[in-house]
């Protein structure tokens, strides 16, 4: 049987309003999609405030997409990087986009993007507005997500939990296929979870779902069966 072709992916970069260390992370997770094949850079590369943008673009393939600014208070990079997007739409060789950005005029574009049926993984800062973040399938926070990829392998946040984080692994849980004992798959409980943009274990320092529930032992208890698979119960 002949292996599913990879899916083409396009991470779109407001380098205005994105840092150059997040670059390496960011294409680590859009890898988990397809491959990156469109990295484009967007700015006017003629401010020494992007110098550091181009000093990484060469190492990671970015493109770098000039944009002059021709109006003062007036971002024409925005402008940009929507009619490209919605170029490749249209196009019909994109199957996914990042979009690595703090700035809540993306969000119409965002949406645009997955009427059509296209995922959409948003990266910024914690503090981007929250209609950007919702209407992305995922939102990372960069910094959240460079310190993350720096600890070490299984260690994770500061082991605390804020109310809303355990509602919604809990209100995912409930809506599971649970067995007698009252344990579902943690395959499934992520995926329903995953339904909200604003969750992604990336987020809480974690790199894996299992990682953050085993810290979160005081609510949940999570054991492997025999068939290897990882099942998760809410105990309190």
Same mark, same amino acid.
């Given at each position: 049987m002949p292996e599913a072709?990879?899916?083409?992916?396009?991470? $779109?970069?407001?380098? =205005?309003?994105?840092?150059?260390?997040?670059? =390496?992370? +960011?294409?680590t997770v859009l890898a988990e999609l397809g491959q990156v094949n469109i990295r484009r850079a967007y700015g006017n590369w003629a401010k020494p405030a992007l110098a550091n943008w181009n000093k990484v673009s060469h190492r990671f393939g970015l493109q770098p997409i000039q944009q002059f600014d021709l109006?003062?208070?007036?971002?024409?990079t925005d402008m940009a990087?929507?009619?490209?997007?919605?170029?490749?739409l249209y196009d019909g060789k994109v199957d996914g986009f990042g979009i690595m950005s703090s700035d809540s005029d993306f969000t119409p574009l965002v949406t645009r993007l997955r009427q059509d049926g296209l995922i959409v993984y948003g990266f910024g800062s914690e503090k981007a507005p929250e209609p950007f973040r919702t209407a992305c399938t995922r939102y990372i926070d960069v910094d &959240? $997500?460079?310190?993350?990829?720096?600890? !070490?392998?299984?260690?994770?946040?500061? &082991?605390?939990? =804020?109310? =809303? /984080?355990?509602?919604?692994?809990?209100?995912?849980?409930?809506?599971?296929?649970?067995?007698? !004992?009252?344990?579902?798959? /943690?395959? !499934? +409980?992520?995926q329903i979870a995953g339904n909200r943009s604003s969750f992604d274990v990336r987020n809480h320092g974690y790199k894996r779902l299992s990682d953050l529930v085993r810290a979160a032992s005081e609510n949940f208890k /999570? !054991?492997?069966?025999?068939?290897?698979?990882?099942? +998760?119960?809410?105990?309190r």
């Open positions: 072709p990879l899916k083409n992916i396009a991470l $779109l970069i407001d380098a =205005d309003n994105a840092s150059h260390h997040g670059i =390496d992370p +960011v294409l109006t003062r208070g007036k971002n024409a990087m929507t009619i490209d997007a919605i170029d490749l &959240q $997500l460079i310190r993350t990829s720096s600890a !070490e392998e299984g260690k994770g946040g500061d &082991q605390t939990f =804020d109310q =809303d /984080l355990i509602d919604l692994l809990g209100g995912a849980w409930k809506a599971a296929s649970r067995d007698d !004992e009252g344990f579902a798959r /943690l395959h !499934e +409980v992520g /999570l !054991e492997r069966r025999q068939d290897g698979q990882l099942y +998760v119960k809410r105990t």
